[in-house]
Antibody, heavy 124, light 108 residues
Framework: QVQVVQSGAEVKKPGASVKVSCKAS????????INWVRQAPGQGLEWVGI????????TYEQKFQDRVTMTTDTSTRTVFMDLNSLKSDDTAVYYC?????????????????WGQGTLVAVSS | EIVMTQSPATLSVSPGERATLSCRAS??????LAWYQQKPGQAPRLLIS???TRATGIPARFSGSGSGTEFTLTISSLQSEDCAVYYC??????????FGGGTKVEIK
């Protein structure tokens, strides 16, 4: 069965960086995009960006463009999200979620499998 | 960016009654609209895709309708386990997929 498992909670100081991992199993890893979504405490869902696990191609939400990097390791079926220059309002639960198929450009689909979430707390 | 607006922010419904949630897009998203359910401390769960198609294992009391800019999620007979926050998401403007602000459903 499809599973998406994320790394554990992180506590960071302002200005630091954090790297969150997302390991997928139960399907052909390179066939589906992986998205990152965050949720600040008591707030809604905010899309951060997307990565093609097959070739590492990425698109980031504009507000994160200068601070986020998403990468992939096909040998371990894992994608990573690196967020730098952390601020207190980056405190949130970060989710990875499987998106649309890579090989069907015109077929759009939502996020069908989500990781359990990773709390990133930024505090001095 | 397509802005998604959900209403109401909070909905109080008696057990067994119907709950109707609304989602409006700032421009047409065709039928590329999804609904998610999120319970406290859990990740969102996909309920509905393509505006009206239930995901695997989702009970028949959940139904979606609409196209273009106006969408509705209906819970036909509210159960206690349906208390959650519900989010709509447009996936027409790929890859920038935006969410609504959420509707919290509670038992009256």
């Amino acid at each position: 069965q499809v599973q998406v498992v994320q790394s554990g909670a992180e506590v960071k100081k302002p200005g630091a960086s954090v790297k969150v991992s997302c390991k997928a199993s139960g399907y052909t890893f390179s066939n589906y995009y992986i998205n990152w979504v965050r949720q600040a405490p008591g707030q809604g869902l905010e899309w951060v960006g997307i990565i093609n696990p097959a070739n590492g191609g990425t698109t980031y939400e504009q507000k994160f463009q200068d601070r986020v990097t998403m990468t992939t390791d096909t040998s371990t079926r894992t994608v990573f999200m690196d967020l730098n220059s952390l601020k207190s309002d980056d405190t949130a639960v970060y989710y990875c979620a499987r998106g649309k198929r890579v090989d069907t450009p015109t077929v759009l689909s939502p996020f069908d499998y989500w990781g359990q979430g990773t709390l990133v707390a930024v505090s001095s | 960016e397509i802005v998604m607006t959900q209403s109401p922010a909070t909905l109080s419904v008696s057990p067994g009654e119907r709950a109707t949630l609304s989602c409006r897009a700032s421009q047409s998203v065709s039928s590329n609209l999804a609904w998610y359910q999120q319970k406290p401390g859990q990740a969102p769960r996909l309920l509905i895709s393509a505006a009206s198609t239930r995901a695997t294992g989702i009970p028949a009391r959940f139904s979606g309708s609409g196209s273009g800019t106006e969408f509705t999620l209906t819970i036909s007979s509210l159960q206690s386990e349906d208390c959650a926050v519900y989010y709509c998401q447009q996936y027409n403007n790929w890859p920038s997929l935006t969410f609504g602000g959420g509707t919290k459903v509670e038992i009256k």
